[in-house]
């Protein structure tokens, strides 16, 4: 409560103040008491009443309605009771029969069909509802009937003004209830138009702060609308006339000049409304406050509002009415003061102030509660309200004053202290129903509020030994709502055992709530609350499940695919055992409908062939019955873009041109780049070039063109993912002719003949001639000479200039020309006549220093003159005569090699020969054209060396306890073998054990090693020995074996060749013969490929015979792989060799999977190898473990792709070519829709059974439907198809089509000209003409649906019965009879 100073205050209220502080200070109040809504305790629980309904204070009535309702509703236990009072005086609803109260209701019902008038029941009403614990009031209603009263009859003389003056014309509307609304209107009903000269006022008046004459009418009439009563009141009309000094012409009038130049004297600023200087103002609190400024005067004053001491509140004025009304909603005190308007014009300006008083009717401050106690317990009610003036407040018991009740011994519990009333100790009996009213002048607030003694035993409120199961680490809050009164007391108990639960993990609410802060596994068990107060207690059990919680633990991922690729979402769950959960998967927070495409398993989503409706925000949703998870992820579907559209050009100039487009969707990936094409319709018509790219940011492009072409246009748009397709062509533009710009390319002269030169040039393109009847200049003249040039205009791309002498220099130069003039000269080129066969030969030809595979060769040059054309090189050609090896037989295929050099004693070395060979050469000197006579031949043999490594190594095992080593003879000995050399030693882990050595004979190749323990690995190292020292070394590794020890029982053993093991699993590629040998050394300018070597023989085995085949799935990996057999005299252990094979591509428009296999480890990298066909580009890259997907290929285009290992480049598979697909047209096949397939089924079986029934009638000899039925149905299943007779069975061929004549299809028809004819019989019931054709059988429906001489009765069947008309010589031959199916009923209606 607040304090209250001063000493003015220290009279009886002062006192009563202190006397409730001190109150306060000493006395502890009892929280109140809040009743539960549970339908057992409100049954039982006694209330005093309660308004909960009536009708407004001020209620208005219309006098048309036949009943007046008056509500008043209230609730209370007992049910209350109603009663009236009408102006202060009880109301006796009996006596009068015209009224009458709701059941279970205060609602007054005055009816008026029988006769009388609302009018005579308007006054002041007030409700009261009472039970045994007290009265509560309603509000004070004053019904009040609308009022619509008619306009005053009057004549109104006609209203003359001035031109220029101001003028007020007066409505006056009639009083009514509500106030009517005002407008202004002339005869035709169209309203008066209103503007900154001409407007109405608050009070309805018309106002002209100037008349024109343009105003002078007979029909300005004001308008009254009654909107309660819908009706509208009309006064009778105004007739202006506006008198002027000067004649006006209507001609003349203007906006700016509405006096048509007719002198009109102007007139300073006056108020027309309100008048003088100054006015008030009183607005009550939370009303509407309009203020309002009406001036005259010519010109047409302005207004404008301002607020002294301040400024206008912006956010709650408004401005109406031309400015000339200031509003504003909701008024509060801070918006009372002085406003000012000002109008003004060019003449002078006015003030006027007007005082704002805002005033309020009582409003609350603290407005008084239902108050609920148990006996002995404190309590008060407060009652706040204030106004302007301060309101007064009264408080009132049951309806009647407080002051004025009887002393009862309740009341010495009771004390009122102004605004305050409290209550000390109550008891049963007390209760009651408190009123306060809160009143000023300006109206009242009046409030029920009730208190209520109430004492009850505890009861508890919730379900009985409810299960409750919550997540582990989670709040936990155990509810165990209860009442009673007094209010009480709760404690928890877990298992019955123990004190109460309160403090550490546990905290007990004051509304029966236990929580458990972090609830864990051995928090689980059986909860027990307990209320006691002094009238008994009561208890109840919850039991409490701690469970895991559910999770994502791999949630799905935001992606980017492409068009028609495969996108999938991953959504791994974990959750208690016990708990079942379901996963639901939604897309922008719609569930989806998981139908034929999408495809949903445990932990996934997967989306086939995605499409731009799939883009889109995914969440996967698992769901226990106590908890759920969630997780999103974007998907975003990339495409090419789509084409631009509105191409334009525009700034057309000679060699130039702008164009302008409108970019299409991007389809979520920028576009990068544009391709502008074009096509001409001269040279290359149809065909589209590319012109420019520019940037994916730019849309208007300068292009630079060619002269003398008629283009036309396209753009492309480029992202990331690819091409769009071309946009439409754009209007084609043509260039003008000029002379050429460019010079011919690649001039040069060369001699095609001794005595010749040919002048030849590249021909400029199309794009470059610029202009018709395109010619050449051609000039030439021997360098050095001082001859005057030589010219000649030719179309063609060659001149030849005859009888030259042999090889002499000339300067050549040449032009482009068309009919609009020559373009620029080339630079001067030096060219060549005709070369002839050099006349000398090199001699003293020989050589020195020839080692093993060089030798140093030395020649006596030739004059250059000799040359007789370019000196291009001496050329040695040389050959490997034979091999000084016995039996190794060579290839003699010459090799050359050249030396460039002028030097007086030239000299060059012979690399790359074969050791211990014997050789021949010559040499001969070249030109461009011609060859020289050869020099003398020289013979000689290389040295001695090192042999090759032996031609294979092979390690084979005829016992669990031997090694039997096996190996062939180099294929280049390079000298004389004198032996073989074998070293190995043992393998233990990355540790070798000490090295062995064994020699062997040359004529030995194999060797038997006994091992010491049958899991020992050895490593050897094999090589030749010629007498210059050891050759290269083979070197292998025996592998180790998992299944050694069950080595002696296999049984089922394949041998393998050395043919079959050596290409598969040899570690090293084999040698190739001695007859394959490459040539030593490749010639300079004329390089000779080696030939293709032919495959090497397989050395001699013995014969086997191949029975049973077992195989074992190995992984790729280094180990070697053992292959047995059904033998076991051997076994063969072998490296495999790395493979890549079955390379498989399935394309689609965009991309293409591809897959391969491959024997190398499971960590391998992979390089894709892609060739466009149409330009050769060539694209590589990265990849790991097949599948793969590639991307960004071109639609309809044709590839190459291979597959290679990124770690051995030389192990690649085959090259495949693949054609990718024509674009993607998002199309819908209406066969494959749901609906399409459902519509034929239900018509499909709609026709089945209308056959049926037609069977049926026609088999019992019925009646048939109707005639409408066989003029429309059979018309179209018979007439239409009477020519092609069905088989019982229709043959379909895979093309679609039918054949209806013998059941076959068409193309099998084609095939099977001379098929029998017992297939091209006629249908049975149908008759064959003399001429071949079959005829309408006579039992046919048509006749009678098409016919019209068929007859029927008027329900629309046929007056004689139809049957069925038989052979007899039929009808015997076939037991059944004919229509005894459904199909058959088809052959019978055909």
């Known amino acids: 409560m607040r304090p209250v100073g001063g000493r003015e205050m220290l009279g009886k209220v002062g006192h009563a103040a202190l006397t409730l502080l001190s109150l306060l200070l000493l006395w502890q109040e009892a929280a109140a008491i809040e009743v539960p809504l549970d339908p057992k305790i409100q049954q039982d629980l006694k209330q005093p009443p309660t308004i909960i309904k009536q009708s407004v204070k001020d209620y208005i009535v219309d006098p048309r309605d036949n009943t007046i309702i008056i509500e008043c509703e209230a609730k209370g236990n007992p049910v209350p009771k109603f009663s009236w009072r009408r102006n202060g005086r009880l109301f006796t609803i009996g006596k009068d029969p015209r009224v009458t109260m709701r059941k279970r209701s205060g609602t007054l019902e005055v009816g008026f069909r029988s006769g009388g008038r609302p009018e005579d029941y308007e006054g002041e009403y007030q409700c009261f509802a009472s039970n045994d614990l007290g009265v509560a009031l309603s509000n004070k209603i004053l019904l009040r009937v609308s009022k619509a009263p008619l306009w005053p009859k009057e004549v109104l003389a006609p209203v003359p003004v001035t031109e220029g003056s101001p003028l007020v014309l007066p409505c006056n509307p009639p009083p009514g209830l509500p106030p009517p609304l005002i407008f202004w209107m002339d005869s035709n009903m169209t309203p008066i138009l209103q503007d900154r000269r001409v407007s109405m006022g608050l009070n309805g008046d018309l106002y002209f702060a100037n008349v024109l004459v343009q105003d002078a009418h007979s029909d300005y009439s004001c308008n009254a609308r009654f909107n309660f009563t819908y009706t509208i009141q009309q006064k009778n009309p105004f007739n202006l006339k506006v008198q002027t000094t000067e004649p006006y012409n209507d001609t003349s009038y203007n906006a700016s000049d509405p006096f048509g130049g007719r002198k009109v004297a102007e007139t300073p600023p006056s108020f027309l409304s309100p008048e003088g200087s ?124 407080i002051n004025k009740i009887t002393e009862t011994p309740a009341s010495a519990n009771r004390e009122v202290l102004g605004d305050t009333i409290m209550f000390r100790g109550v008891q049963i009996g007390s209760s009651a129903v408190y009123q306060c009213n809160a009143s000023n002048q300006h109206g009242y607030l009046l409030a029920n509020a009730f208190v209520s003694v109430l004492d009850m035993a505890p009861r508890m409120l919730g379900p009985k030994n409810q299960l409750i199961k919550v997540i582990m680490n989670n709040r936990t809050f155990l509810n165990c709502p209860f009442f009673g009164s007094p209010l009480p007391e709760l404690r928890w108990f877990k298992n019955g055992q123990g004190s109460g639960l309160d403090g550490g993990q546990y905290r007990a609410h004051i509304n029966g709530t236990l929580e458990i802060k972090r609830a864990r596994k051995e928090d689980e068990g059986i909860y027990t609350c307990v209320a006691n107060n002094m009238l008994g207690k009561a208890e109840n059990q919850v039991q409490l499940e701690v469970k895991e919680p559910t999770r994502i633990i791999q949630a799905p991922t935001h992606q980017s695919v492409l068009r028609g690729s495969k996108a999938s979402f991953h959504c791994k769950v974990v959750s208690d055992p016990s708990l079942p959960t379901k996963v639901t998967w939604t897309k922008d927070g719609e569930r989806l409908d998981l139908g034929w495409r999408l495809k949903k398993d445990e932990e996934s989503l997967t989306i086939p062939s995605v499409t731009e409706n799939d883009e889109g925000i995914y969440t996967c949703t698992v769901k226990s019955e106590i908890d759920q998870d969630s997780a999103s992820a974007r998907l975003t579907v990339l495409d090419r873009p789509d084409p631009p559209i509105d191409l334009d050009l525009s700034d057309p100039s000679a060699r130039s041109v702008r164009l302008t487009w409108i970019p299409g969707n991007e389809r979520r990936s920028p576009v990068t780049e544009f391709l502008v094409q074009f096509e001409e319709n001269h040279w290359e018509p149809g065909r589209w070039q590319d012109l420019s790219s520019f940037p994916g940011d730019l849309n208007s492009v300068i292009l630079q063109l060619a002269p003398n072409v008629n283009y036309q246009f396209r753009v492309i748009a480029i992202n990331s993912v690819g091409r769009s397709q071309p946009s439409q062509p754009s209007p084609r533009y043509k260039t003008t002719a000029a002379p050429p710009d460019a010079i011919p390319r690649d001039l040069r002269g060369w001699g095609s003949d001794k005595d010749n030169m040919e002048i030849t040039w590249e021909p400029l393109r199309d794009l470059e001639k610029n202009g018709p009847n395109l010619q050449y200049n051609v000039w030439w003249r021997r360098k050095d000479s001082g001859d005057n040039w030589t010219n000649v205009t030719t179309s063609e791309s060659k001149h030849v200039v005859r009888y030259t002498e042999t090889y002499v220099p000339y ?57 007789q054309g370019e000196f291009k090189e001496y050329r040695l050609y040389y050959w490997r005569e034979a091999s000084l090896v016995p039996g190794v037989v060579v290839s003699k295929e010459k090799m050359t090699t050249g030396f460039y050099t002028t030097v007086p004693e030239p000299s060059g070395i012979l690399k790359d020969l074969v050791p211990y060979s014997k050789y021949k050469m010559f040499m001969v000197v070249a030109n461009s054209r011609y060859e020289s006579l050869p020099s003398n031949n020289v013979e000689f043999t290389t040295a001695e060396d090192v042999p090759d490594a032996p031609r294979f190594f092979r390690i084979n095992r005829r016992s669990l306890d031997t090694l039997y080593l096996e190996w062939g003879k180099p294929l280049e000995p390079n000298g004389i073998l004198v032996g073989y050399q074998l070293a190995y030693q043992r393998v233990n882990g990355s540790r070798l054990g000490p090295q062995q050595i064994e020699t062997f004979r040359p004529n030995e190749t194999d060797f038997v090693l006994r091992l010491p323990d049958r899991n020992a690995r050895y490593k050897f190292n094999l090589s030749a020995l010629t007498k210059v020292g050891k050759g290269e070394v083979y070197a292998e590794e025996s592998p180790h074996f998992t299944n050694e020890e069950n080595f002696t029982d296999a049984t089922d053993v394949v041998e393998l060749t050395d043919a079959t093991l050596s290409p598969v699993f040899s570690p090293t590629p084999t040698p190739l013969p001695p007859t394959t040998i490459p040539p030593t050394t490749i010639s300079i300018t004329t390089p000779t490929p080696p030939p293709t070597p032919p495959p ?151 026709i089945l059974i209308l056959l049926i029934v037609c069977f049926i009638k026609r088999s019992r000899g019925g009646k048939y439907p109707s005639p409408g039925f066989l003029t429309g149905f059979t018309k179209y299943l018979v007439r239409d198809k009477k020519d092609l007779p069905l088989d019982p069975v229709d043959q379909k061929d895979q093309d679609g089509s039918f054949d209806y004549q013998n059941g076959s299809s068409v193309r099998d028809r084609n095939e099977n000209e001379n098929s029998s004819d017992e297939d091209n019989k006629p249908l049975q019931g149908s008759q064959t003409s003399l001429d071949g054709n079959v005829k309408e059988s006579d039992d046919s429906l048509v006749d009678y649906g098409e016919g019209g001489d068929g007859q029927f009765n008027e329900d629309g069947s046929f007056i004689g019965q139809y049957t069925v008309k038989k052979d007899k010589d039929e009808t015997e031959g076939n037991e059944s009879s004919e229509a005894t199916s459904p199909v058959n009923a088809i052959y019978s209606l055909a």
């Open 1096 to 1246: 090497t023989p397989p050395p001699t085995t013995p014969p086997t015979t191949t029975t049973t085949t077992t195989t074992e799935a190995t992984t790729p990996s280094t180990v070697p792989v053992l292959v047995t057999t059904k033998r076991v005299d051997q076994n063969v252990l072998v490296t495999p060799r790395r493979e890549i094979w079955n390379l498989t591509v399935v394309p689609d428009s965009y991309y293409a999977n591809v897959n391969w296999s491959h024997n190398f480890p499971a960590d391998s990298k992979f390089v894709l190898e892609v060739t466009l066909d149409s330009n050769k580009t060539v694209t590589v890259e990265e990849v790991k473990q097949p599948p793969v997907n590639l991307k960004a290929l071109i639609a309809g285009e044709k590839y190459h792709l291979r597959v290679y290992s990124q770690e051995l480049n030389s192990v690649s598979s085959k090259s495949v070519t693949f054609k990718t697909k024509a674009a993607h047209i998002d199309q819908v096949d209406i066969a494959t829709q749901g609906w399409f397939i459902g519509l034929m089924c239900a018509i499909a079986l709609i």
């Open 811 to 867: 300067e050549m130069k040449i032009q482009a020309r068309n009919e609009l003039g020559s373009g620029p000269e080339s630079n001067i080129v030096i060219g060549y006549s005709g070369e002839d066969k050099p006349a000398d030969s090199p001699t003293e030809l020989r050589v020195s220093k020839v080692s093993s595979t060089r030798a140093n060769i030395h020649w006596k040059p030739v004059d250059l003159s000799s040359v």
């Open 278 to 401: 100054g006015s008030s103002k009183m607005v009550l609190r939370d009303e509407q406050l309009l203020l309002e400024c009406i001036a005259a005067g010519l010109p047409t004053p302005s207004i404008k509002w301002f607020k002294r001491g301040g400024d206008l509140p912006a956010q709650k004025v408004k401005f109406e009415n031309f400015n000339k009304t200031l509003k504003i909603l909701s008024v509060s005190e801070e918006d009372a003061g002085e406003y000012v308007c000002m109008a003004d014009n060019r003449l002078g300006s006015i003030r006027h102030s007007i005082d704002v008083q805002v005033k309020a009717a009582p409003y609350w401050l603290d407005k008084p509660t239902n108050l609920v106690l148990a006996p002995e317990e404190n309590g008060r009610l407060v009652c706040r309200a204030n106004g302007n003036p301060k309101p007064n407040i009264q408080w009132l018991m049951n309806g009647e004053p």
